[in-house]
């Protein structure tokens, strides 16, 4: 996950020089232009559907290491949704950086990034039956073919995973609400300490898991600085 960038842009945000933003910009874009499978040798990025994946670099998405749809995965064919989402949120961040430093074609590669992520997230992983977006099942072509689902047929992804485009600010306002609202549920996310991992009325909730069913403090980070941005 592009934490480095997040941790750039509260840097910014308190006061680092414009000096330091240009030494350490190129640095970010040549990181950022690999994980979202710019760089020829990089292999993030599904042709078909435009989503990310990681799978060939590590096995773990967001470093939920037994998060259900995680684990559960059959092949390397499959895209979870934190990837896309904190890489659009990184895309806006470093257009910010890029257009404070006169970047002009830069600019323009970060909007077509946010565009396909954008398009690609709701086009594909939405499900507004569960009210997550989805882990998507790809075929040999890298084309999308449907969202993985749980063995009793529920959406697989129900947790941070499936909220995780609230970071990124591309969720429509109904969106924007079911998300919100799940996590605010005492039977969905929320417990006493925190947002939990996994959705406690998840078929595949556990409550004694390592990440599954546990909070975890630097998602409950991302989470909030994502809240202040929805007026929360």
């Known amino acids: 996950l592009p ?4 941790a750039y842009f509260d840097l910014w945000n308190n006061e680092l020089s414009r000096e330091q933003l240009q030494y350490l910009y190129p640095r970010l874009k ?3 232009d690999f994980m979202v499978g710019n760089n020829p040798y990089s292999t993030t990025r599904m042709e078909g559907s435009g989503l990310l ?18 684990k559960g995965r059959p092949n ?3 895209t979870p949704v934190v990837t896309s989402a904190y890489y659009l949120r990184a895309a806006k961040i470093l257009r910010l950086a890029a257009n404070e430093l006169g970047l002009k074609k830069d600019m323009k590669d970060y ?9 690609a997230l709701q086009e594909y992983s939405w499900d507004k039956d569960a009210g997550y977006f989805s882990y998507v099942l790809h075929d040999e072509k890298d084309n999308a073919t449907e969202i ?11 947790g941070l995973d499936g909220i995780s485009p609230l970071v990124s600010g591309i969720c429509t306002t ?4 079911v998300l919100i609202n799940n996590i605010f549920s005492t039977d969905k996310l929320w417990t006493d300490i ?12 556990k409550p004694d898991g390592y990440w599954n069913g546990a909070v975890w403090f630097p998602h409950q980070w991302v989470m909030w600085k994502a809240l202040l941005d929805n007026g929360e």
């Open 148 to 158: 993985f689902r749980y063995k009793d047929g529920s959406n697989y992804n129900k």
């Open 194 to 205: 925190g947002i939990s991992t996994v959705d406690q009325s998840a078929s595949y909730y």
């Open 30 to 32: 040549q990181y950022f």
């Open 111 to 119: 909007d077509e990034v946010i565009k396909r992520l954008s398009s």
């Open 3 to 6: 934490i480095q960038m997040f």
């Open 174 to 177: 109904e969106q924007n609400e």
């Open 53 to 70: 994946k990681t799978w060939d670099y590590f096995y773990n998405s967001g470093g939920w290491d037994d998060y259900p749809p995680q």
């Open 76 to 78: 390397r064919a499959i």
